[in-house]
């Protein structure tokens, strides 16, 4: 069984109602597992940025200049803010529908395809766990807002102590309760994240 704590894999957060069981199957590549703990939460690591950095020359070095963009994202990015120990990276290709261009050459250099979640549902998505550091690699296509809202999301944490706190506070809450599947956690984070990116002026969430 796979041990879903050290190979947690969640979409983006934005204002959507819990999913049920079957529907983050349908978007998950291979079986889901549920939880069989907690699911991990830890101060603020300084090397995390470190990670990262070794990560985008990683991914840069495979792809080149199929790369239109690639930002640290999430809340690892975040200095200060405590977080899982996953480090979020956020790329951007030309279209990410195609899967060809990409994610054969991601999966022979150990990057594993776990999400592909698609239009109208949500925006065309893909998100990869790595071959060694705990990441979630997520891949948009070029322009798609999602990649604006989750840097500006960030930039905003960083500049704004308050919000910071309340952001934290919310997750150190959601920890301590039970969920069957990361998603859900990362889910019932919605109202928290929309009520921050309404006050820093980020375009609304998927339609």
């Known amino acids: 069984m796979t041990d879903q704590r050290a190979d947690s894999t969640s979409v983006p957060t934005d204002r959507r109602d819990e999913r049920t069981p079957e529907q983050i199957q349908a978007l998950t590549v291979g079986v889901i597992e549920p939880l069989t703990g907690p699911i ?18 990683r991914i840069r070095s495979i792809l080149g200049d199929r790369v239109v963009r690639l930002e640290h994202t999430g809340s690892t990015s975040v200095p200060g803010l405590a977080a899982k ?13 195609d899967e060809p261009a990409f994610v054969p050459d991601l999966e022979a250099a150990g990057y594993r395809l776990r999400i592909r979640e698609s239009e109208p549902d949500w925006y065309d998505h893909r998100v990869f766990k790595g071959p060694d550091t705990n990441v979630n690699l997520h891949v948009f296509s070029a322009g ?18 308050d919000d910071r706190e ?42």
């Not at 991990?40 to 020359?57: G, I, K, M, Q, S």
């Not at 798609?144 to 102590?161: S, T």
């Not at 150190?172 to 002026?201: F, H, P, S």
């Open 40 to 57: 991990p939460f830890v101060e603020y690591d300084p090397a995390w940025p470190e990670l990262f950095v070794r990560e985008e020359a």
């Open 85 to 97: 120990p996953i480090i979020d990276i956020t790329m951007t290709v030309q279209d990410v529908t």
């Open 144 to 161: 798609c807002i999602e990649l604006e809202r989750m840097v500006g999301f960030r930039d905003w944490l960083r500049a704004h102590d």
């Open 166 to 207: 309340l952001y934290e506070a919310t997750k150190r809450d959601l920890i301590t309760r039970d969920w069957m599947y990361v998603q859900n956690y990362a889910d019932a984070k919605g109202d928290v994240v929309e009520a921050i990116a309404a006050r820093a002026g980020l375009p609304g969430p998927h339609r």
